[in-house]
């Protein structure tokens, strides 16, 4: 049984993490928080400790870490003994962290695809370019890895892969609704870091259709939906990490990630882009100054962090799956409600954060228990569901399902 967590980040996803870890450290064991900035990390602990989360008595540290230096994250691995690492920094940080694990042998988990500061929107499939590249080392060496358990990627992988085992014969389409109909009350800001944010929306968007990968722009392609909760909402064919796998693993011939937007959102967005201020590539100023853009404009805008005390609203994130059962045509919708006041009133974070920082706490437990300990890489949508999401269910994060019957628990109809 694997014990002992190793949380690398320290922004409003880590919170999260921090949080769900010490609420199940009679399992998880003993906590360490690093990122650059140890003042992040000691500031949630001060949370985790303020709010009473630590089910019981036991050891949560934080510790100073540069994650690209490999041997560093190494050295601090075998320090605090840790045997499962949550990786919730920037995607930057993949690879090497990833490779501390497969170094030192311990469980690697992460909540989005790898990504090189400067490459924007690379040739499909997404993980092929990095993490797939090591899927015969985690074998040789028993390593469990299971990338993208966050929500979008993670959850939704998961929702794809119950719809396939419980209720389709043939699917024909997966599409993927993302809405957050919350507000933060600033004029412009981003849920989750801006860099990583914006680097979604400049470049192409790729979706899998008809059994080959597409081409659009951002914002060229919009539905919109009536949805449980939220209401009507309008949203935007993106590109997203979880259409890389789930187009490989699940044999569906069409996948697509769809976002909700504002007016406002969008255009403040397409200003900053068509200024030139949302490039990856750095530019010299009048004063001889190498900057990038990108790093400016994420200078200025709100910490992601800073949303959570006045956030307001719900978010609505789900699978909306067709296909055929017994000869017939089936659709669904497989989702989760989540409210932005609640989770701060749990965590101090926002409800973005919350819901991508619960799901690898629950990977970890179950990593932990032994039921997700697969000794080899691994997609969400290739791993057993039902205890997934049965741990969700009491985490914070329960599943619905909607069809022509209503709307009700998923597990009612197992």
Known sequence: MKKNVLIIGAGGVAKVVAHKCAQHNDELGRIAIASRNISKCQAIIDSVKAKGSLKQPAEIKAYALDAMDVDATKTLIRETESQIVINVGSSFLNMSVLRACMDTGV?????????????VCETPPWYGNYEWKHLAECQEKGVTAILGVGFDPGVVNAYAALAQQEYFDQIESIDILDVNAGSHGKYFATNFDPEINFREFTGQVWSWQSNQWTSNSMFEVKRTDDLPVVGEQNLYLTGHDEVHSLSKHLNVPNVRFWMSFGEHYINVFTVLNNLGLLSEQPVKTAEGLDVVPLKVVKAVLPDPASLAPGYSGKTCIGDLVKGTKDGKPVELFIYNIADHADAYAETDSQGISYTAGVPPVAAALLVARGDWDVAHM??????????????????????????????????QTL
């Open 107 to 119: 469980a690697y988990l992460d909540t989005a695809i790898h990504e090189e500061p400067g490459k």
């Open 378 to 411: 691994a997609n969400v949508e290739q791993l057993p569901a039902e205890p997934f999401l049965k741990l969700l269910d009491v985490m914070g994060l329960p599943t619905r399902i909607k069809d022509a019957n209503g709307d009700r628990p998923w597990d």
